[in-house]
């Protein structure tokens, strides 16, 4: 990689770190990170990550939002729109590219789990609609966990992107 690739990954990375320790809410800031990182945005795509923190609204049950929201990162700059939704074989490279994200994830996490991720993270997992999990979540070092974790995943994606040949405006 060059070194204006370079920087993006590292703004990625940071952002990320930056935006899951001040606003929360994995998916979005992923989403935030590598949009930002790339020049590029799409607020409906922003949005519609608003519930899929911690493994799906705060449930830790489903996949991490972080790896959703890249997920979706791809998939928009990738995926088959309306015009092409009977061609089964349109979804193929983004079929593709969120494969390659996913086994990264899964080869650093161990799991695409949130709850499992919090497990191997810091030893347990937290309900956090409970005020005093929220509290012991916090105490536990979650937020430099998440914070650490959302940046990894957008310095992922972005260079999956970017080596896929994404060119910034």
């Not at 990170?33 to 790339?38: D, Q």
Request: hydrophobic share 35%.
């Amino acid at each position: 990689m060059d070194s204006n690739k370079d920087k993006i990954l590292m703004n990625a990375y940071e952002l990320g770190k930056k935006y899951e320790q001040k606003c929360t809410g994995c998916a979005q800031t992923v989403i935030a990170a590598i949009f930002e990182s790339l020049g590029i945005w799409n607020e409906d795509v922003f949005k519609a990550a608003s519930g899929l923190a911690d493994g799906l609204g705060l449930t830790g049950d489903g996949t991490c939002g972080a790896l959703v929201g890249a997920s979706m990162v791809i998939g928009y700059l990738n995926g088959r729109g309306k015009e092409d939704f009977e061609d089964m074989y349109k979804p193929m490279k983004s079929y593709t590219l969120v494969k390659k994200l996913h086994d990264n994830y899964v080869k650093i996490y161990g799991s695409c789990r949130c709850h499992d991720v919090q497990e191997n993270l810091m030893g347990r997992t937290f309900n956090l609609w409970n005020a005093d999990e929220m509290k012991e979540a916090f105490k536990s070092g979650m937020m430099t966990h998440c914070s650490n974790l959302v940046g990894t995943i957008a310095k992922i994606a972005t260079k999956i992107i970017l080596t896929d040949g994404f060119q910034s405006k």
